[in-house]
Nanobody, 121 residues
């Protein structure tokens, strides 16, 4: 079992930045990939970014590439999402997710409760 708790969401103006954090507990953190997904109002949940078990491989959706950076600290059991140059279309609830595999599979097994991000124009 893996428990995930997100923090860092909030409201920001377009062009601003936010940093999301996710604290993990349970299963040994440095054995599985982590990711961030998001769900906008009335939309399906979509992938945003992921990172493999060691942190040396990252994956991004085209919509966030160049603006978002995912990172992890295995000693602290944390994964962060630095979001820069935010746009109104980034408004969503952001979910931390954990894979069962060391590399991103696109099918997370565990989810956090979500943290809302609102970007005003």
């Amino acid at each position: 079992q893996v428990q995930l708790v997100e923090s860092g969401g909030g409201m920001v103006q377009a062009g601003g930045s936010l940093r999301l954090s996710c604290a993990a507990s349970g299963r040994t953190f440095d054995t599985y990939a982590m990711g961030w997904w998001r769900q906008a109002p009335g939309e399906e949940r979509e992938f945003a970014a992921a990172i493999n078990w060691s942190g040396d491989t990252t994956y991004y959706a085209d919509s966030v590439k160049g603006r978002f950076t995912i990172s992890r600290d295995n000693a602290k059991k944390m994964v962060d999402l630095q979001m820069n140059n935010l746009k109104p279309e980034d408004t969503a609830v952001y979910y931390c997710a954990a894979d069962l595999a060391p590399y991103y599979s696109g099918r997370p097994t565990y989810w956090g409760q979500g943290t809302p991000v609102t970007v005003s124009s």
